[in-house]
């Protein structure tokens, strides 16, 4: 008897990172994948483009609906769930005193709340489908804040935190939990541009099709935690280990050509 199809989620598939998951995932053979995010004319584009069987889900996720949404469409086209990609988020620039309690807010809806209402919704299936796993896609900046990006870091470093704890919790459950956290990525929702206009900032970026090979590393893969580029993991060890260094290399001149963590943003 031949083993049942992998079947793995990936929310914000759209573009970016989460486009490049997908195309990563439909590499394995034997993989299905369910494509997540608002822009249906572009997962039906994607779907049709995979060389492995796909279906897709129109869906804004911050919406109250949306996990019975996703939940019920799983269930209509599989009966089973190996990966959760939980990817789909955004950022908006601006200080704390300019944005306001709204910013955080909006980011806290999408970047947190939104993954954990999913996670709470589909991990009954994941438990079932075990050994499964959850990739939750956070970010260097859930390690490290900056100026103008903290409503964006207060979200992941929130998911950070929370993921810590699920991957302890689900392990005797047969649920692999691990994260992802990319650097400086140029994305349609986080362009970078100023980090690609000079040939020595360029050095620092990284692409969506490394961020996809390490959530395959993660999930299928079984790793805890990948920074992508990986020596974005010195910026966080540096964050512990001597925060008032931190704090003046952030403040001063280098603070400058790093502050688009989080990009304005069409909604
Ligand atoms: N690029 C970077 O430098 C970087 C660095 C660290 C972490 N990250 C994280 O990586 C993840 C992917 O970002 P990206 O760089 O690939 O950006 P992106 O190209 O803008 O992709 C964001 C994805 O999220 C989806 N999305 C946004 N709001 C949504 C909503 N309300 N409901 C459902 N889907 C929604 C978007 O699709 P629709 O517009 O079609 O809904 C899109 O597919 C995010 O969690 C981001 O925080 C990125």
Redesign the pocket.
């Known amino acids: 008897m031949s083993s049942p199809a992998k079947i793995a989620l990936v929310?914000?598939?759209?573009?970016?990172?989460?486009?490049a998951t997908a195309r990563r995932l439909a590499r394995d053979p034997g993989t299905e994948l369910v494509l997540?995010?608002?822009?249906g004319e572009?997962l039906a584009e994607l779907a049709a483009s995979l060389p492995v069987p796909a279906t897709w889900l129109a869906?804004?996720?911050?919406r109250a609906d949306a996990p019975q949404l996703v939940r019920a469409h799983v269930e209509q086209h599989h009966d089973r769930l190996d990966l959760l990609v939980n990817?789909?988020?955004?950022?908006w620039r601006g200080s704390f005193a300019e944005t306001g309690w709204a910013n955080v807010q909006r980011h806290m809806e999408?970047?947190f709340d939104?993954v954990v209402r999913l996670t709470e919704e589909l991990l009954p299936l994941l438990r079932r489908s075990a050994p499964s796993a959850i990739v939750n896609?956070?970010?260097?900046?859930g390690r490290v804040s900056r100026a103008k990006s903290g409503a964006y870091s207060a979200s992941?470093f929130a998911l950070i935190g929370w993921t810590d704890a699920l991957n302890l919790e689900e392990a005797p459950h047969g649920v692999h939990v691990g994260m992802v956290l990319?650097?400086?990525?140029?994305?349609?929702?986080?362009p970078?541009a100023e980090l690609r206009e000079k040939a020595l900032t360029r050095l620092i970026l990284g692409t969506?099709e490394q961020v996809a090979e390490a959530i395959h590393e993660v999930g299928p893969g079984g790793k805890t935690e990948r920074y992508v580029p990986r020596k974005y993991a010195l910026a966080a060890q540096l964050r512990v280990l001597a925060p008032g260094l931190t704090r003046r290399v952030l403040g001063g001149g280098a603070a400058s050509t790093l502050v688009p963590?989080a990009s304005e943003?069409r909604d």
């Open positions: 929310t914000g598939a759209s573009s970016g990172i989460g486009a997540v995010a608002r822009r572009l869906a804004d996720l911050t990817n789909a988020g955004a950022g999408l970047n939104a896609v956070a970010s260097t900046a992941k990319p650097g400086f990525i140029p994305t349609e929702g986080f970078q969506p963590a943003r």
